[in-house]
């Protein structure tokens, strides 16, 4: 376990500091924020429109809204959506957590491997919680929802306990968190201790922040994760039209996650990308779009 954490934080830093990303337009859109308890969350809405199907995006580990990049969101302006992009609670514009501190690691995962409960500022189902005050903020009453690895987790747990609220759900590179799934690969791991050694730590970091991403943050939403456990029966409880994506060189979160994810979700479809690791590089945009417009198209009722 201490590995599959240590493998998190750095693939998210490799890919952060190496994707092709451009955040003009999303500097020069409006935010703006609302409370989930007593925490503020900060969120953009993108391509307004009436007749628009409404599509929610949720970022991973550490993420706010601008890691999703505007490539990604003009795609899915193009292909007529209007998009709810949040600042996950400790990212971004949203309420952060530096007060409570960063966990000890390795006492947590001991914890975790024991069966013991860890330390967390938040859980997974509080940071769901937050999409629904946005939503609740922005008028909306059912969106389709979409989420990248820890993303993919909370709109999971959105579908299952917000079911009036979810028309339906895309998983990308995601998991239920099952403890039977296997870990990164040693492959993995190897590529990316290399990444942390050296002066090269601190021009990483700050790409990662031009990114969207916030490194003193990730620990505590992999706590967040730890926390909330395995959610393999809830998720066997979503009724909704559920799309699966998982890239077949994803290091990270293998493609059985993927595979495993759809198997809980009676009708769900898999779809592996070939070619496509944790991460989503523009030159995947392209299939990535055509496949969440072709899943929430079918699933829309106006």
Not at 58 to 67: D, E, F, N, P, R
Not at 128 to 140: M, T
Not at 202 to 209: I, L, N, Q
Not at 248 to 254: G, N, V
Request: hydrophobic share 40%; charged share 20%.
């Amino acid at each position: 376990m201490r590995r599959i954490i240590l493998s998190i934080v750095l693939a998210v830093l490799a890919s952060a500091a190496h994707a092709d990303y451009s955040r003009l337009y999303f500097d020069h859109t409006p935010t703006t924020s609302t409370q989930s308890g007593n925490t503020e969350i900060a969120f953009r809405i993108f391509n307004r429109g009436a007749d628009n199907p409404k599509l929610l995006l949720i970022m991973g580990l550490g993420g706010a809204g601008v890691a999703w990049g505007d490539a990604f969101i003009q795609g899915l302006e193009f292909e007529g959506f209007e998009i709810i992009v949040i600042d996950n609670r400790d990212t971004g514009s949203s309420t952060m957590f530096t007060d409570w501190g960063k966990p000890t690691l390795w006492w947590q995962i001991l914890k975790y491997e024991l069966g013991f409960s860890v330390d967390a500022p938040y859980s997974l189902n509080e940071m769901a919680a937050d999409s629904i005050a946005v939503l609740d903020a922005a008028g909306y009453e059912q969106v389709h929802v979409m989420g990248v690895s820890m993303g993919g987790m909370i709109a999971q747990i959105l579908a299952a306990q917000y079911p009036e609220r979810v028309a339906s759900l895309t998983s990308v590179m995601s998991t239920t968190f099952a403890p039977h799934l296997p870990p990164p690969t040693a492959a993995a791991e190897g590529n990316l201790r290399s990444l942390a050694e050296g002066d090269a730590e601190a021009s990483r970091e700050e790409a990662m922040r031009n990114r969207g991403f916030y490194p003193e943050s990730m620990e505590r939403h992999l706590m967040a994760v730890f926390s909330t456990g395995d959610r393999t029966e809830e998720v066997q409880r979503i009724d909704k039209p559920t799309l699966v994506i998982h890239g077949s060189e994803d290091p990270l979160i293998p493609p059985e996650h993927g595979v495993h994810t759809a198997e809980q979700i009676k009708g769900a479809k898999f779809v592996l990308v070939e070619g496509m690791g944790h991460n989503l590089p523009e030159r995947f945009h392209p299939q990535i779009i055509g496949l969440m417009s072709a899943h929430i198209n079918k699933a829309h009722t106006p």
